[in-house]
């Protein structure tokens, strides 16, 4: 098993920044790609940015490229999420997940609690 542990969000103004941290522990050799996912409410879950743990390849949503980056520190178990030039539109639970698959068509094994992230107009 992996546990995932968020952390970072809060409330910010449009223009603003936050990063979000997550920390993995567990059978974290097992992980073979993370990724930040988020929900609004009264909508589905998208994939914001996703990031392979051993070559450290990155896919984003369209909506925030250029204004998120995705990265990951191996020695720490630990993927961030630095977002930029946040839009009130970003507004929702964010979720780490991780993925033990090398097929990046695969679901996401485990996941994290979530945090909030509230951007004001």
């Known amino acids: 098993q992996v546990q995932l542990v968020e952390s970072g969000g809060g409330l910010v103004q449009a223009g603003g920044s936050l990063r979000l941290s997550c920390a993995a522990s567990g059978r974290t050799f097992s992980i073979n790609a993370m990724g930040w996912f988020r929900q609004a409410p009264g909508k589905e879950q998208e994939s914001v940015a996703t990031i392979s743990w051993s070559g450290g390849s990155t896919n984003y949503a369209d909506s925030v490229k250029g204004r998120f980056t995705i990265s990951r520190d191996n020695a720490k178990n630990t993927v961030y999420l630095q977002m930029n030039s946040l839009k009130p539109e970003d507004t929702a639970v964010y979720y780490c997940?991780?993925?033990?698959?090398?097929?990046?068509?695969?679901?996401?094994?485990?996941w994290g609690q979530g945090t909030q992230v509230t951007v004001s107009s």
């Open positions: 997940a991780a993925r033990r698959s090398f097929n990046v068509g695969s679901s996401y094994d485990y």
